[in-house]
């Protein structure tokens, strides 16, 4: 049975031809076309429709299910996961309970992947001019990879300023270790200006004796 996804008929409609989505992505445009097949494909399940009538639970949603299928896309492109995280601004932890289907998230975007690789879901949006709904999940997915370039930008400069730290830190360390071995020197010339005064003493206490002992 072919599942058919698609919004309240008004009085135009879009078709996305399954067959020109790619399994296995092998670039950026194939791993876009797989990302937002995956998110439009789940966000108009019946039962997501109903969850996110709600805009507070609509706007998470729609985060965390374009954070799942972003991550779900890449995985199947063979990025590794340590890169899909860099890539997503997000933990190795979180992009891993995702692509595993431990989230809610990732779980059905999973489903949506498994239904359009044996041919059960066809895509299908309805709408007209006055329907914007399509259009604001658009926006919403585009300030979402925004938000996610603003945290890769945050995390890079964090990034440079922890090297930037450990560089200073590296860079002290050499220097305390100058100054431990100047202070190493200087202790080890100290105890040898002392052993030389105390054999001087010694010499002038004995000379002291000769002398006194002639008189």
Request: glycine share 4%.
């Amino acid at each position: 049975m072919v599942d058919t996804i698609s919004t309240q008929s008004q009085s135009e409609k879009m078709g996305i031809d399954p067959k020109n989505i790619p399994l296995n992505p092998m670039g950026k445009n194939d791993i876009k076309k797989l990302e937002t097949f995956l998110i439009i494909g789940t966000l108009y399940r019946p039962e997501i429709l109903e969850l996110i009538k709600d805009p507070n639970e609509k706007s998470t949603w729609v985060d965390s299910l374009a954070i799942a299928a972003a991550a779900y896309a890449r995985y199947k492109a063979g990025m590794p996961i340590s890169l899909i995280a860099d890539e997503l601004g997000r933990s190795e932890e979180t992009i891993r309970n995702h692509i595993s289907g431990k989230t809610k998230a990732g779980s059905l975007i999973i489903e949506t992947y498994e239904k359009l690789k044996s041919g059960q879901l066809n895509l299908i949006i309805s709408f007209n001019s006055s329907n914007r709904e399509l259009e604001d999940l658009k926006n919403q997915i585009k300030n979402l990879r925004e938000e996610i370039e603003k945290l890769r930008k945050e995390r890079d400069d964090l990034k440079n300023t922890i090297n930037q730290k450990d560089e200073m830190i590296k860079n002290l360390q050499i220097e305390i270790g100058k100054i431990k071995s100047d202070l190493d020197k200087i202790s080890r010339e100290k105890e040898e200006i002392i052993s030389r005064y105390k054999l001087l003493q010694n010499k002038l206490l004995e000379i002291k004796k000769i002398l006194e002992n002639t008189q």
